[in-house]
């Protein structure tokens, strides 16, 4: 269902600066390029962090709209909700090249703030959030929100990943946190809610391979009230890290621990090793969890406002490396993407099968990567 070929097509990339200063939107666009064969041009895009700093109190809903006549029924939902603060219509450039595909949408960004009794009781301001959004994604026709997080925001569409890029402007924004794709369907649409990054609050997700495990997946999050609409088995991913992370409450280790679970001969070698706490922590969450693991050829990125984490499956079915230069990680299928943007890295290591990859803020730390009570 999302990305698999012969050639392990999809381009991954992402950049994070951990003292958070903002990175321009240059960098992550000729990363992603670079990978332009790994894609055949029906989807490609981005997501940053810290490119709205003046409205960051906000969340940021970026709408695509099939039509322009579709905003009034968005801003009516929205309004009952939330107050909007801002709304405009997206920046765009035309580029001849996406037209010959596909006549491109209409996007609108809202700001917006939550109103106090608009919340369900025992309804958090976040589960707010995302009953807009499913009821945005699934209510109304021809409106599709690709990101609703604060001082964020995704931008994607069906084209090879320059024509997306020159399309959003994306050399423009400053962020300092980036995440990019470039798409190779195979089997589900090329269209312009399908392509990636999926996201939802402020997680966002890009991804390479096929989740066979789709339709378990889905049925389990769509007992939590998530709707999966958008045509793609990466959209449940960005789901089930909302789920497991912000309302279970599991430590980030724990969330991936379930999501690309060991197999059970490696738990059972925990318990020969002495590794007895580690052991029953897999044990268990293998056990509890098992709806949500992902089963499938993948490598994933998963950005939040916090950092990135990359990981991919049990036995690393699809490229992901990683490097570092200073205070700067880079993430990404291929080596040369990497050093397209940073020749001389200080480090670069390929990671091992199942083993995220986190890179935190400098003001984190990994044991403090907790949701709130």
Do not use: Q
């Not at 940021?60 to 709209?65: G, R, T």
Request: proline share 6%.
């Amino acid at each position: 269902m999302g990305c698999y070929s012969e050639m392990s097509g999809c381009g991954l990339a992402g950049i994070v600066n951990r003292d958070a200063k903002p990175i321009s939107g240059k960098f992550i666009y000729d990363s992603i390029t670079s990978m332009k064969e790994r894609g055949n041009g029906m989807g490609a895009g981005y997501a940053a962090y810290g490119i709205y700093p003046e409205m960051a109190d906000y969340y940021a809903f970026h709408v695509m709209l099939d039509d322009i006549d579709c905003e009034s029924e968005v801003n009516t939902v929205l309004g009952r909700s939330f107050r909007i603060v801002k709304s405009e219509i997206i920046p765009t450039k035309p580029v001849p090249s996406l037209y010959k595909k596909t006549k491109p949408p209409v996007f609108y960004r809202y700001f917006v703030e939550p109103r106090e009794d608009a919340r369900l009781p025992m309804e958090s301001e976040e589960d707010l959030v995302v009953r807009v959004v499913m009821t945005i994604n699934d209510k109304v026709k021809g409106a599709y929100v690709i990101s609703s997080g604060k001082n964020m925001g995704a931008f994607k569409g069906v084209g090879h990943p320059d024509e997306i890029g020159d399309f959003f402007e994306i050399k423009e924004y400053k962020g300092y946190i980036w995440l990019a794709h470039t798409r190779f369907p195979t089997n589900t649409p090329g269209w312009w809610g399908g392509a990636h990054p999926f996201t939802l609050l402020d997680w966002a997700i890009v991804h390479n391979g096929e989740i066979t495990s789709y339709g378990t997946n889905k049925r389990y999050v769509e007992m939590f009230g998530y709707r999966c609409t958008l045509l793609t088995d990466t959209e449940v991913a960005a789901y089930l890290f909302d789920l497991l992370f912000r309302k279970h409450r599991l430590p980030i280790r724990a969330v991936f621990m379930a999501m690309a679970a060991p197999f059970w001969k490696d738990i059972e070698h925990y318990k020969k090793t002495g590794l007895d706490k580690l052991y029953k922590m897999a044990k268990m969450i293998r056990t509890v969890y098992a709806p949500a693991m992902l089963n499938g050829p993948f490598a994933m990125l998963f950005a939040f406002k916090d950092g990135v984490i990359g990981f991919n499956d049990r036995i690393k079915l699809r490229p992901f490396v990683a490097a570092e230069k200073g205070n700067t990680v880079y993430m990404a299928s291929e080596e040369s993407a990497i050093r397209v943007i940073c020749e001389e890295p200080d480090r670069v290591w390929m990671p091992k099968a199942g083993e995220p990859v986190i890179a935190l803020l400098n003001h984190c730390k990994e044991e403090d990567i907790c949701y709130p009570a």
